[in-house]
């Protein structure tokens, strides 16, 4: 039995007068649907890592950090879902901007701290309040993760667009059965209801 599925599964490569060309087509389109699995889908994955990395290392341009000091108690239990690190809660802080002008606002901060306990800010250009840039191991993980989601959809595009040209060709191929039929029993007298 397994020799004869071997044999079966190869038919659209072999000589074969009841081949169509659909068929040969078909054929076709699974390997290059196949090409593009092996070569495509990883090509995309890795010029999207690195994209994603370069974007995430390049959120650190034009920030700088700044001292400041808690002005409340920061709360020991973080907020769940936040966005933030674990040991992480937002609280107030009061910086000194180069001109000498005190600025105060709301920053992620070690929980647990106490209110005048120094603490690092990260600060735009306009001293507006940042969240931290992603470390080089952050930024590599985000790379990854978006290298590997766009390779994924490579493969999910490339497959769905597969599927789409065998469901038209299976289409197309019953319409020239109900055709050929149709003719066949015209010539016999016969009338296809």
């Keep these: 039995m ?3 599925v071997g044999r079966v599964s190869l038919w659209r490569w072999r ?3 009841l081949k169509r060309r659909s068929d040969v087509a078909e054929a076709w389109i699974a390997v290059a649907a196949a090409a593009m699995l ?3 889908a990883p090509a995309v994955g890795l010029v999207m890592a690195g994209v994603g990395e370069r974007s995430a290392l390049d959120q650190a341009q034009g920030l700088h950090r700044s001292a400041a000091h808690l002005v409340e108690d920061a709360s020991a239990a973080p907020a769940r879902f936040s966005g933030m690190a674990d040991d992480h809660v937002r609280a107030t802080v009061r910086w000194t901007m180069p001109d000498g002008s005190p600025r105060t606002g709301e920053a992620p ?3 647990g701290g106490k209110a005048g306990s120094s603490t690092t800010v990260w600060l735009d ?5 940042q969240p931290a840039p992603p470390t080089p191991a ?3 993980s985000q790379g990854a993760a978006l290298g590997a989601a766009s390779g994924a959809g490579v493969c999910v595009l490339v ?3 597969w599927w789409a040209v065998r469901v038209r060709l299976e289409v197309r191929r019953g319409a020239q059965w109900d055709r050929a039929w ?4 015209s010539r016999r007298g016969h009338r296809h209801a």
Excluded: S, T, Y
Aim: glycine fraction near 8%; charged fraction near 25%; avoid cysteine.
């Design 2 to 4: 397994l020799k004869r």
């Design 15 to 17: 000589r074969n007068p």
């Design 38 to 40: 092996l070569l495509l």
């Design 109 to 111: 901060v070690a929980a």
């Design 125 to 129: 250009d306009a001293g507006r309040l």
């Design 138 to 140: 952050q930024a590599r």
């Design 159 to 161: 497959v769905g667009i």
């Design 182 to 185: 149709a003719e066949f029993n």
